[in-house]
Every structure is written in structure tokens, then in C-alpha cells.
């Protein structure tokens, strides 16, 4: 096991300790995994005005454990990992709280310095991401935070696995994708993408707060509840959903109060839901190139490609051809 103890500083003073800790150098930005310890590489990113990324794509050979200390200085931590499998990630936070394994491959959560986080991950599981470091100042500036610091205040004290998760939408997935792929692109290309990512970030976090103030009558047991539902309806848009029954029966809840909570996390009932995130993976490999209209109708499970264009156009007012590259 590999444990990694750290105060957060800035992401460059960070990735040079942990080329110090894995026996390499920090140069450029960046460094490559020894190969005894594993593959990948870690790259700091600064964008200027306060604002700093890390993005990473490895697989280590031990387990790490990475051990934020706290800080007095008030700064937040917005991370977005994709793991190659389910169950390879647990997460703490604050040290009352047990460490345990989060029963997903994506995870996007915001953290603070006031809190200790130790982050494990496992062995033989590759894992790309990003990590944002985010300074009161810049979030006053561009998130309008002296509106919002009540919200955001509620959801850093949550502290809750089922509450910290973000959904993860084919937009952010293609986000990360290019931001890992971008191949030294210009530093607007990664400014860009990173803003978008804080920016889908916070709509949802004080969209999230606003049901989680109890003016909704929903209990946070409840919300858990339909984040699982919602993470097993998207898991893979590709297939057939569970039927409605079996989605109330894991949710512990009639139908009707499942379709009625779902709609207040989510805006949108289960199946329409589930829909949108189907016709928007569609969106994104047409606009890809590198499939055709049938193609992707077949790909979702549509066998009438009639049915796949009239789905395409309910969600975008557009037919899919219209959305080629030209």
C-alpha cells in the first residue's frame, strides 16, 4: 500500500511531491509513472486568476491512499474521477466518519480544505480525472458565491456519500474525454472545458440545495434513494431500462411517490429522464463522425430507425442527419 500525506498548497507544490514519493521528477507540468509502480501520467494545469487543474490517466500496481490534511485556509476541491470498474474507490471525509466503498465509476464531488478527505484507490484500476482547485475569490467572481454561500455551506456540512455525488451526464464524459485527449491544445481549448465542467457542477448543486431545504418535503433518505435509481437508469443507455415495478421495489417506495420524487431531484420523470440521456449519448456520436444514423439507431436498441429519428427530434428539434459533421 502507498500512502500519501499532504497539504494543499497549490497543484504544482502537490504533483512535485508525489514525483518525489514515486521516485521520478516533476518537469513541465507533469510526470510519468515508474514503471515498477505502474502507467499513466499526472499534469498540473494552471489557467490563471486563482484557478488551477490536475489531470491524470494511470493505474498504479498497490493501493493508494491519499490523506488531505486541513487547512484554515478556506478553498474548495471540485474533483471528477471515472474508474475503470465499480467498488475500486472509497472516500472519507472528516474523521468521524468511516471509510467506505462507493459502488460506482464515476464520481464528482466537491470537497473543502476545513475537512481531512482520505481517498483510496485500488490496485490494478485505472483511473482518469481531473481536480480543480477553486479559491473563494475566484468563485465570488464567476459563480456569484455572496448569493450562494448558504447553499454552498449546506452541502459541504452533508458530508453524505449519497448527497456528495453529482449525476454523471454524456456531457460531462465527453468533457473529461477531451480534456484528457487534448494533446497540449491551447490553453483557452482547457480553460473552455474546465469552466464548463465547474459550471454543470454548481447549476446542479443549487439546484440540489434548493430540494434538500425542505421546502420540498423530500428527506435526504428519499433523494439518496433516487440518486441510486437515477445511477442504475444510466448506467447504460445502450439497454432496455428495469421496468418501473422493479425500480420502485430497490427504491423501497411505491411508483408513484418514486416518479414524483425522482421528477423533483431530477426535472423529469424516470423514463424521461432516462430518455434524454439516451438521445443525448445519440447527439454525441453523431456529432463524433464516426458513426451513421443507423448505426446509432441499432446501437440503442431501436429497430425501427423511424422511431430513433422521432425520439431525436422530440429531445433536439432536430433529425439526427441534421447533426453530421459536415
Same mark, same amino acid.
Given at each position: ?143 456569484? $458565491?455572496?448569493? %450562494?454561500?448558504? #447553499?454552498?455551506?449546506?452541502?459541504? *456540512? =452533508?458530508?453524505? !456519500? ?124 453523431? $456529432?463524433?463522425? %464516426?458513426?451513421? #444514423?443507423?448505426?446509432?439507431?441499432? *446501437? =440503442?436498441?431501436? !429497430? ?23
Amino acid at each position: 500500500m502507498i500512502t500519501f500525506n499532504y497539504k494543499l498548497t497549490s497543484y504544482s507544490n502537490l504533483l512535485h511531491e508525489m514525483a518525489n514519493l514515486f521516485g521520478t521528477t516533476f518537469h513541465d507540468n507533469q510526470f510519468q509513472l515508474p514503471e515498477h509502480y505502474g502507467s499513466g501520467f499526472f499534469r498540473a494545469l494552471p489557467l490563471g486568476e486563482g484557478l488551477e487543474a490536475i489531470f491524470y490517466d494511470f493505474r498504479l500496481r498497490d493501493t493508494l491512499v491519499l490523506k488531505r490534511e486541513p487547512n484554515n485556509k478556506e478553498n474548495y476541491t471540485l474533483i471528477f474521477d471515472e474508474l475503470e470498474r465499480q467498488g475500486g474507490f472509497r472516500l472519507r471525509i472528516d474523521a468521524e466518519e468511516e471509510t467506505e466503498f462507493v459502488d460506482r465509476s464515476t464520481v464528482f464531488y466537491l470537497t473543502s480544505f476545513l475537512y481531512d478527505v482520505e481517498t483510496v484507490l485500488l490496485k490494478d484500476v485505472n483511473v482518469k480525472g481531473i481536480r480543480i482547485l477553486l479559491s473563494p475569490e475566484w468563485m465570488h467572481k464567476y459563480l456569484q $458565491l455572496a448569493q %450562494n454561500e448558504a #447553499v454552498l455551506e449546506k452541502y459541504i *456540512t =452533508l458530508k453524505t !456519500a449519497g448527497i456528495l455525488y453529482k449525476p454523471i451526464t454524456e456531457e460531462l464524459t465527453t468533457l473529461l474525454h477531451d480534456v484528457m485527449n487534448g494533446n497540449n491544445a491551447p490553453l483557452l481549448f482547457y480553460h473552455n472545458k474546465i469552466f464548463r465542467i465547474i459550471e454543470l457542477f454548481f447549476e446542479w448543486l443549487y439546484d440540489e440545495m434548493k430540494v434538500l431545504s425542505g421546502k420540498s418535503g423530500v428527506s435526504r433518505h428519499d433523494i439518496q434513494m433516487v440518486q441510486k435509481i437515477e445511477n442504475r437508469l444510466t448506467a447504460d443507455v445502450t439497454k432496455l431500462p428495469p421496468t418501473l415495478k422493479e425500480l420502485a421495489r430497490e427504491a423501497a417506495m411505491s411508483e408513484s411517490k418514486l416518479k414524483k420524487i425522482f421528477k423533483a431531484v431530477y426535472g423529469l420523470p424516470p423514463y424521461e429522464y432516462y430518455q434524454q440521456q439516451r438521445m443525448q449519448k445519440a447527439r454525441l456520436m453523431l $456529432l463524433s463522425g %464516426n458513426y451513421s #444514423v443507423k448505426d446509432i439507431g441499432y *446501437t =440503442l436498441g431501436y !429497430a425501427n430507425l423511424s422511431n430513433f429519428t422521432l425520439a431525436f427530434k422530440k429531445v433536439f428539434g432536430k433529425l439526427p442527419s441534421q447533426m453530421l459533421p459536415k
